[in-house]
C-alpha cells in the first residue's frame, strides 16, 4: 500500500469565540491542526503561532489537515452552518420591538 497524502484546508479570520468549537469539530471528524497562527491586520509580516497578549487587531487563522478531503469539507460545511446560525440569531437579536401597536 502507499502513502496516503494530506489534504489540507485553510480557514482565515475565525472568530475568537469559536476556535476552541472548530478545534473540536476538526479533532472529532479525523482532522489535525497543522498550523494556528494570530496574523497582524496592520502588518503582513507580523505572524505569531502562539495567542500575543494583546490580541486586538489579530486575524486567528488555522490550517487543518486530513487524509480524506471529504472530513475537510464536512469541517468546512459545519463551520458555514456555525457562521449562519450565529448571524441568523444576532439579527434576531437586533429586530426592534413594537412598543405602541393598535388594533
Do not use: H
Request: hydrophobic share 30%; charged share 25%.
Amino acid at each position: 500500500m502507499g502513502k496516503s497524502q494530506n489534504k489540507y484546508l485553510e480557514i482565515k479570520n475565525v472568530n475568537r469565540d469559536i476556535v476552541n468549537w472548530l478545534e473540536d469539530i476538526a479533532e472529532e471528524n479525523n482532522c489535525r491542526v497543522e498550523r494556528k497562527e494570530w496574523k497582524s491586520k496592520y502588518n503582513s509580516y507580523v505572524v505569531y503561532d502562539y495567542e500575543p497578549f494583546c490580541s486586538e487587531g489579530f486575524e486567528i487563522n488555522l490550517l487543518f489537515s486530513s487524509t480524506q478531503i471529504s472530513y475537510l469539507n464536512f469541517i468546512k460545511y459545519l463551520y458555514k452552518e456555525k457562521l449562519a446560525t450565529l448571524e441568523y440569531l444576532n439579527n434576531c437579536i437586533k429586530i426592534p420591538t413594537v412598543k405602541n401597536y393598535s388594533i
